[in-house]
Nanobody, 123 residues
Framework: QVQLVESGGGSVQAGGSLRLSCVAT????????MGWFRQAPGKEREGVAA???????TYADSVKGRFYISSDGAKRTLYLQMNNLKPEDTAMYYC?????????????????WGQGTQVTVSS
């Protein structure tokens, strides 16, 4: 049984930072098959960050230079470091695993999802 549990969300002022964590249990831990997504009210879920490989990561244009994805295999944990947060970053953030399609930023590419953690950025 695959389970993903996110944590680390909260409310911050613009310019602040948060680090999200996603603990994975129940399957082989593979960062290259995982990704971070977010969904704001009334908007579609969008990809934020993912790994191409252990040494190559990729980001949505809206977060490049501010967000960083990392992994700790020993802890089976995926992280998302978010710096210089903006009000438009406000959303529910999800991690996903079990990618079976090549598009790392499409929600349809992933089989398993966490319950999400809320990030709210005030101006």
């Amino acid at each position: 049984q695959v389970q993903l549990v996110e944590s680390g969300g909260g409310s911050v002022q613009a310019g602040g930072s948060l680090r999200l964590s996603c603990v994975a249990t129940g399957n082989t831990y593979s960062p290259s098959s995982m990704g971070w997504f977010r969904q704001a009210p009334g908007k579609e879920r969008e990809g934020v960050a993912a790994f191409y490989s252990a040494a190559l990561d990729t980001y949505a244009d809206s977060v490049k230079g501010r967000f960083y994805i990392s992994s700790d295999g020993a802890k089976r944990t995926l992280y998302l470091q978010m710096n210089n947060l903006k009000p438009e970053d406000t959303a529910m953030y999800y991690c996903a695993t079990g990618r079976y399609l090549p598009d790392r930023f499409s929600p349809d590419s992933y089989k398993y999802w966490g319950q999400g953690t809320q990030v709210t950025v005030s101006s």
